[in-house]
């Protein structure tokens, strides 16, 4: 619980939660989805000096203005919701054409785009919201041109 891991071909990258926050906010007369996790910046001690993760020692996982039909946390529960692209291209009032970001990594110094994305939200016996991440994202280590998989699990705390 409370972890992040992205698969690697030559290592699992591990990271414990520090913090991770979840809304639903009424922009532009539509709901939206908005979650932030992060990362500890701690490594590991068992870590070889070498492994992947002491370069990128702290990642953030965020969704932002992603439309959602529920106005509420409470209506997400139990739900699984989808965002098959980190980006979307549309054409505003002046048409000319604007990029949406509603799913990214950041890690190191740049910011990475995840796909396959799906977000499972739960209640636990103890009223916690448990969130269940899966998706895919650039390989942030530039050691291949193949998109890593990860997953996330976080506790939210009821005072959510």
Request: proline letters at 3%; a negative charge.
């Amino acid at each position: 619980m409370n972890r992040i891991q992205i698969f690697h071909p030559e290592e699992v990258l591990t990271y414990n939660i520090k913090r991770g926050i979840l809304k639903v906010i009424l922009l532009e007369k539509k709901y939206v989805l908005m979650l932030d996790i992060v990362s500890t910046d701690e490594i590991d001690d068992d870590l070889p000096d070498d492994a992947l993760q002491c370069n990128f020692y702290q990642v953030r996982f965020f969704v932002e203005d992603f439309p959602i039909k529920e106005k509420a946390i409470e209506d997400l529960i139990g739900k699984t919701i989808e965002i098959p692209r980190g980006t979307e291209e549309i054409i505003d009032e002046e048409d000319e054409v604007e990029t949406l970001y509603y799913s990214v990594l950041s890690a190191g110094n740049g910011d990475f785009e995840t796909n396959n994305n799906r977000l499972f939200l739960k209640r636990d016996l103890e009223d916690n919201i448990i969130l269940k991440w899966e998706g895919e994202c650039e390989d942030f280590t530039e050691q291949s041109d193949k998109n890593l998989r990860f997953t996330i699990t976080y506790k939210f705390s009821p005072e959510l």
